[in-house]
């Protein structure tokens, strides 16, 4: 269980990185605790700060990336992800967030080329293989997007039977106004809402919805700010 207690998260967060400014950990943490306020600038700057203090880890690199998507600087964090390339060829997280920027972006053809090198490299992920039936939605491959909601359904029902490890998320309450929340909500990174749920369940559901919605994405899948 959890407190949703955001003021005293921030002073741990704080007391944390004061008594260990070196904590590159910290920063992150700190950093996704940011992103969840709609602080992007602030974000960004405690990522580059875990990047400078761990500057060849892949994960580091990559996660400059997450505040500029967040924010709408969709080129600053394409070029972040494929930094993260760089250093790493395999790092299939980066051509998943590359794919959901060009989600965002409504070019669905070069996104689903890498999710599909994500689902490649990341031995079929979950979250990976529902963010390419949703791409696939999208693009008007109904098909495969299909092909792709049965696979999860199987998944599920293999969780629900004890045949598989399952996952259980929960839905962030973000803090401040509800007006606020709205407006950046599309872009946060997506979680559950009900822990009983499978991490298959929930990515099913909003398959299906890109499957009967046609062109308009999913906000699990992170729209992009209209500004």
């Known amino acids: ?73 969709n080129d600053e964090a394409i070029r972040a992800f494929r930094s993260a390339l760089d250093l790493d060829s395999r790092f299939f997280w980066s051509h998943l967030w590359i794919g959901q920027v060009k989600i965002s972006q409504r070019q669905y053809t070069e996104a689903v080329v890498e999710i599909e090198r994500a689902l490649d490299q990341s031995n079929r992920n979950t979250r990976v293989l529902a963010t390419l039936g949703n791409a696939y939605g999208l693009a008007g491959r109904t098909a495969d997007a299909q092909l792709i909601l049965d696979e999860l359904r199987a998944r599920d029902a293999g969780v629900r039977l004890g045949l598989l490890p399952g996952a259980r998320l929960r839905r962030p309450r973000h803090a401040g106004s509800r007006d606020r929340t709205s407006r950046q909500g599309d872009r946060r990174a997506p979680a559950l809402s009900d822990p009983s749920e499978s991490r298959a369940a929930v990515s099913q559901s909003a398959l299906g919805h890109a499957l009967s919605a046609g062109s308009t994405p999913h906000r699990f899948f992170n729209k992009p700010v209209r500004r």
Do not use: C, M
Not at 5 to 10: G, I, P, V
Not at 12 to 34: G, M, V, W
């Open 1 to 73: 269980e959890y407190d949703w207690n955001w003021l005293d998260a921030a002073r741990h967060f704080e007391k944390s990185i004061s008594l260990n400014p070196s904590n590159a950990k910290a920063h992150e943490r700190y950093a996704t605790y940011l992103q969840s306020l709609g602080r992007f600038d602030d974000a960004l700057e405690e990522r580059k700060l875990a990047l400078d203090l761990d500057p060849l880890s892949v994960f580091r690199v990559a996660d400059v990336g997450y505040p500029l998507y967040f924010a709408g600087k």
